[in-house]
Nanobody, 124 residues
Framework: QAQLVESGGGLVQAGGSLRLSCAAA????????MGWFRQAPGKEREFLAA????????YYANSVKGRFTISRDNAKNTVYRHMNSLKPEDTAVYYC?????????????????WGQGTQVTVSS
């Protein structure tokens, strides 16, 4: 059974940084493209970033471009997302997800496996 487990969330002050990790098990990680989404209370799930299977290509939502960086380590079956200059509006549950096809990166329904999410709270 495939499983994605996020970690690294928590409480951080505005302006701070945080690195989230997503460890994969039960799937051939290096063959999947990976993405990060977030969902704030009362809002729809929002695409943030994606990375292709090899790590050679990355894609970002305009809202986080320049502040968020996605990377992966296929040897560790892990994808990362580093966040800088955090703002209170970045407060949300952050999810990683995997997908097979390298298109429509921002479309949540294109992702097959999802983690349980990790809470990030940014205080002002």
């Amino acid at each position: 059974q495939a499983q994605l487990v996020e970690s690294g969330g928590g409480l951080v002050q505005a302006g701070g940084s945080l690195r989230l990790s997503c460890a994969a098990a039960g799937l051939t990680f290096s063959t999947y493209h990976m993405g990060w989404f977030r969902q704030a209370p009362g809002k729809e799930r929002e695409f943030l970033a994606a990375i292709n299977w090899s790590g050679s290509s990355t894609y970002y939502a305009n809202s986080v471009k320049g502040r968020f960086t996605i990377s992966r380590d296929n040897a560790k079956n892990t994808v990362y997302r580093h966040m800088n200059s955090l703002k209170p509006e970045d407060t949300a549950v952050y999810y990683c997800a995997s997908k097979i096809y390298s298109n429509n990166w921002a479309v949540a329904t294109g992702y097959g496996y999802w983690g349980q999410g990790t809470q990030v709270t940014v205080s002002s």
